[in-house]
C-alpha cells in the first residue's frame, strides 16, 4: 500500500491536469487531488490500481514532456555516441558543403573538422548548410566544442549545470556563410548548438520551431529496470539566454511531418499532388556523386546575367518542366531548398562587391 500511495500523487496530478481543462475560464477553483482520487479509488467501475496507475503514469509523462522522459532501452556509451554524429556529407553544386547531424554528442566536433578538411581539398566552396532536423543529444559540452569551430575569437557559449563553455580565439575558424536547418524533433543539445551559432552571428536557422528539450536532467532508476530522466536546471546561451520553450528559426518554413520525412530520406523526391516551391525552381541541386544522368545546367553567370537584364526565371518553367531538365534534378526539400536560394544569393552579393 504504500507504492500506492506514491501512485496516488501521480493520479493526483493527472487529474488535476484533466479538471483543469474542464473548468471554465469564470473559476480557478479546483478540488484537491487526493480528495478527487480517493473519489475515484471508490467509486469508479473497473478501475483497479493496475489502470489507475497506468493512467496516471501515462498522464504525467505526456503533460510534462520533454521536461520528463521514460527512457526506455536507450543506447549509451562515448563509442555510440559518436558513430552518430555525422550522417551524410555531400556537395551541392560543386560549392554548397552540407552536413547532416544525427547526434550532437563526444566526438562531433572532430568529426566536423575533419569534413572540412576533406571538402575544402577538392572543392572551392562558398557556403556550409549544417542539418539538424531530427538530431539530438545531451552533450552539452559537445554542442559548444562544435560551435567553437565556426567562431573566431573568445566569447562565452554554454552554460549548464555548474558547466560552462566558451569559445577560443583563432584564426583557422569556419567562416563561410552558414545555414543550419531545425525541426520539431531538433532536441537537446542540438538545439543549443543551433542557438549558439545564431547567437554569435555564425549562422542563419531555417525551418520550424525546435522540440524545447534543451534542459540539465536528472536520471533516476525505477523498479521495473527502466530509468526517469527529470529536468532539473536549465541551459543558457551567452551570458543568460536560457533555452526553455524551443527556438524558433530566423526563416520559417513550414512543412508537415510525413512530407518532410520524406524529403529528409530524398530531397528530390516528388510527392503525390505537390509542386516545387518557387523559391526552389531555380536549384540546380545535384549531389556530388550521385548515379543521375548528366544534363546540361544553366551556369551561374547566366543565371547572373539574366536577372540583371530583367528576366523571370519562372518564365522559363514550361508544362514540361523545361528549367529543371535544363539545370539538373530540383531540391524538393522546402527548407533544404530554402538554405540553397539564401546562400547563392549571399555569394552573388558577396562578389559584386569586390573590386
Known amino acids: 500500500m504504500k507504492r500506492f500511495g506514491l501512485n496516488s500523487i ?29 473519489l ?6 473497473g478501475a483497479g490500481e493496475e489502470d489507475l496507475n497506468r493512467a496516471a503514469v501515462q498522464g504525467l509523462l505526456t503533460h510534462f514532456y520533454p521536461r ?27 560549392s554548397y558543403g552540407y552536413w547532416r547531424v544525427a547526434r550532437v554528442g563526444n566526438g562531433l566536433a572532430g568529426q566536423l573538422a575533419s569534413a572540412w578538411k576533406s571538402l575544402t581539398e577538392t ?8 542539418d539538424l532536423r531530427f538530431a539530438e543529444g545531451m552533450d552539452y559540452a559537445a554542442a559548444a566544442s562544435a560551435a567553437d569551430l565556426f567562431l573566431t575569437k573568445e566569447q562565452p557559449l554554454l552554460t549548464w549545470g555548474e558547466s560552462s563553455a566558451h569559445s ?9 556563410p552558414l545555414a543550419v536547418l531545425v525541426n520539431p524533433q531538433t532536441s537537446g543539445a542540438a538545439e543549443a548548438l543551433a542557438e549558439v551559432l545564431r547567437k554569435t552571428d555564425a549562422a542563419v536557422l531555417i525551418g520550424m520551431r525546435t522540440a524545447g528539450a534543451a534542459h540539465v536532467f536528472k536520471e533516476f532508476d525505477l523498479n521495473n ?6 529536468a532539473a536546471g536549465s541551459v543558457r546561451v551567452g551570458e543568460d539566454n536560457a533555452l526553455a520553450a524551443g ?42 556523386g550521385t548515379n543521375r544522368p548528366a544534363r546540361r545546367r544553366i551556369n551561374e553567370a547566366e543565371l547572373v ?7 523571370d526565371l519562372d518564365d522559363l518553367v514550361t508544362p514540361a518542366g523545361r528549367l529543371e531538365e535544363e539545370v539538373g534534378a530540383v531540391v524538393r526539400d522546402p527548407a533544404l531548398a530554402r538554405a540553397l536560394d539564401l546562400l547563392k544569393g549571399i555569394a552573388i552579393v558577396e562578389r559584386s562587391r569586390r573590386p
Open 10 to 38: 501521480w493520479l493526483g496530478l493527472l487529474v488535476f491536469g484533466t479538471v483543469q481543462s474542464i473548468v471554465r475560464a469564470e473559476t480557478n477553483d479546483l478540488p484537491h487531488f487526493q480528495e478527487v482520487f480517493r
Open 40 to 45: 475515484l479509488r471508490a467509486n469508479l467501475d
Open 68 to 94: 520528463v522522459v521514460l527512457v526506455t532501452n536507450e543506447p549509451s556509451g562515448e563509442a555510440t555516441t559518436a558513430a552518430k554524429g555525422i550522417s551524410q556529407q555531400t556537395v551541392y553544386e560543386q
Open 123 to 130: 572543392n572551392q566552396l562558398k557556403g556550409l548548410i549544417l
Open 168 to 176: 577560443t580565439t583563432k584564426k583557422d575558424a569556419i567562416t563561410l
Open 225 to 230: 529496470g527502466r530509468k526517469l530522466r527529470i
Open 247 to 288: 527556438i524558433r528559426p530566423d526563416i520559417e518554413v513550414p512543412v508537415n511531418a510525413d512530407d518532410e520525412r520524406a524529403y529528409f530520406a530524398d530531397a528530390y523526391k516528388v510527392l503525390a499532388n505537390r509542386t516545387t516551391p518557387r523559391s526552389g525552381q531555380a536549384n540546380a541541386s545535384l549531389l556530388s
Open 305 to 311: 546575367r539574366m536577372q540583371r537584364e530583367g528576366q
